[in-house]
């Protein structure tokens, strides 16, 4: 459960503003390029009130947006996603059908859209986090909570080194460690709730924090 998207805190230098630069699509072999222009200064201004961040902040938001490759519409699409090396976790697949799509716009994700998921998985507080985290954790099965097969997709992520048998044991054991009398065996909300809270604070702060700026950086602009 750590940085949202895997992004890094630092970020890259931010451009002058207006400027233009050719942006790669984000498919690893840079077969094509687009000129995006850099948002104006009023464009910058609009969306840092809007969405009450640092002009800076929407600037390296918007490089990293344009790093995933949007199309000439400037928008992700389900292209985009299919050339990603996550395009078969089952996880990611969940996020992508549940964020992307807008009225005239079905099946894509905008900027306006992408910034303001960072920007609310920046501020939240811990228990919000943790409440979003269980929810995309139960869009990836039939039931409403995390069930052992589920759990092992996500310990996938935690320990690659384990073969699928081991990790399914793992899960089957803490499934029943967390409700014992559950049948099927199933963790509801309240009950992933208790878990987390035994964890020391500290420690899931950490996990859970995303900075769109380095702490060093992170300046009103």
């Excluded at 969405?51 to 519409?73: A, C, M, N, Y």
Aim: aromatic share 10%.
């Amino acid at each position: 459960m750590g940085n949202a998207g895997g992004f890094s805190s630092a970020g890259p230098s931010t451009p002058a503003e207006g400027s233009t630069h050719n942006v790669t699509h984000g498919d690893g072999d840079g077969h094509r390029a687009f000129r995006h222009r850099e948002m104006n200064k009023g464009q910058l201004q609009e969306m840092s009130r809007n969405l009450d961040v640092s002009k800076t902040e929407i600037q390296l938001l918007w490089q990293r947006f344009l790093v995933l490759g949007p199309g000439e519409d400037g928008a992700l699409d389900r292209a985009v996603f299919q050339r990603s090396p996550y395009d078969e976790d089952i996880f990611c697949r969940q996020i992508w059908r549940r964020f992307s799509g807008s009225k005239g716009a079905p099946n894509k994700i905008s900027f306006e859209s992408f910034a303001k998921s960072m920007i609310w998985w920046q501020k939240a507080p811990v228990n919000y986090k943790l409440e979003c985290q269980f929810i995309m954790f139960s869009w990836m099965s039939d039931v409403d909570g995390i069930t052992p097969h589920v759990l092992s997709r996500i310990l996938k992520h935690v320990l690659p080194s384990y073969s699928e048998n081991e990790l399914q044991i793992i899960a089957d054991k803490m499934i029943k460690a967390i409700s014992p009398s559950a049948d099927p065996p199933v963790v509801k909300q309240e009950e992933f709730r208790q878990w987390m809270d035994l964890l020391p604070e500290e420690a899931l702060t950490d996990a859970l924090r995303f900075r769109i700026l380095h702490i060093d950086a992170d300046t009103r602009s």
